[in-house]
C-alpha cells in the first residue's frame, strides 16, 4: 500500500504548523510567567551599569 506524495506533505504541514503554535505559546508563556520579572528587568537594565561582575 503507497501513500500518496500530497498525502504526506499535507500531513508534514500541519504537524508542522501545530508545532510551531505550540511552541510560540510556550515562549509567550515563559516570557510572562511571574517568577522570571525579576530575571528579565535585571537583564534590562544591567546593560545601563557600569558593572564588570556577573549577577547573582
Known amino acids: ?3 500518496a506524495h500530497d ?3 499535507g500531513i ?3 504537524f ?3 508545532y510551531l503554535i ?3 505559546i510556550g515562549v509567550v508563556a515563559y516570557t510572562l510567567w ?3 520579572k525579576p530575571r528579565f528587568d535585571h537583564a534590562a537594565q ?3 551599569r557600569d558593572e564588570d561582575k556577573p549577577w547573582r
Open 22 to 24: 505550540a511552541l510560540s
Open 34 to 36: 511571574p517568577s522570571n
Open 1 to 3: 500500500m503507497s501513500v
Open 16 to 18: 508542522g504548523l501545530f
Open 46 to 48: 544591567s546593560i545601563l
Open 12 to 14: 508534514s504541514k500541519s
Open 7 to 9: 498525502v504526506v506533505v
